[in-house]
């Protein structure tokens, strides 16, 4: 089982909508969680940081549940260059980031 | 420009010739990291650094080599490359006071081992 599970998609939503991944991790441990943005063939950048009591940052909503063990983002009035894929990141201490597959969002005008 | 650059952005070559990827950053950073991205696996560390001559092994170390004898700069060496090391990779550098998670990420190379 991944240590970070998401739903690949891709999630094809019109301009305009609200859209929410989730995911999910398997390792208690894990003390910080985050969502990178990753376009096409580019790096991985920082969108947020997920916090249990939320955390908002202009269209964007982050939560977690440690007791269901899931993140989730959710993405309000979808813009078509929200085009990309979305890595939820679990830290567990010192030694890395574990890395989600992504959940690929597909914006139509 | 607080940046991370990887050299080259695109390798081909044959099984078995030594070849070896650099990673600098000039942000000063303490931490810096290695991972491979392969569909439908996702971001996979490699190898990652804590401070100059300080390395650890990620989660799939098997098959390459790395070394921090200056803090901007953490080379991936791939000793025998095989064709199972096709794939794109990151570098990725942070400090580590606290802030480990925000981890900046070079432009990635794509490597094609035939």
């Known amino acids: 089982r991944k240590e970070v599970e998401q739903d690949p998609g891709p999630f094809n939503v019109p301009e305009g909508a609200t859209v929410a991944f989730n995911c999910t991790y398997s390792?208690?441990?894990?003390?910080?969680f985050f969502w990178y943005r990753q376009d096409c063939r580019k790096e991985p950048k920082l969108l947020m940081s997920v916090y249990s009591s939320g955390n908002e940052d202009g269209r964007f909503t982050a939560q977690l549940n440690r007791a269901s063990q899931y993140i989730s983002l959710l993405i309000r009035d979808s813009k078509l260059s929200d085009s990309a894929t979305y890595l939820c990141?679990?830290?567990?201490?010192?030694?890395?980031?574990?890395f989600g597959s992504g959940t690929r969002l597909q914006v139509q005008p | 420009e607080a940046q991370v650059t990887q050299n080259p952005r695109y390798l081909i070559t044959v099984t078995g010739k030594k070849l070896t990827v650099t990673c600098s950053q000039n942000?000063?950073?303490?931490?810096m990291s290695w991972y491979r991205q392969d569909p439908g696996l996702g971001l996979r560390q490699i190898y990652y650094?804590?401070?100059?001559?300080?390395?650890d092994k990620g989660d799939v170390p098997e098959g390459y080599k790395v070394s921090r004898k200056e803090k901007r700069n953490f080379p991936l060496i791939l000793e025998s490359p095989s064709p199972n090391q096709t794939s794109l990779y990151f570098c990725a550098s942070s400090t580590s006071r606290g802030r480990t998670y925000e981890q900046y990420f070079g432009p990635g190379t794509r490597l094609t081992v035939t």
């Open positions: 650094s804590m401070n100059v001559e300080v390395t």
């Open positions: 990141v679990a830290h567990t201490g010192r030694r890395a980031l574990t």
């Open positions: 390792n208690s441990a894990s003390q910080s």
């Open positions: 942000m000063n950073h303490e931490y």
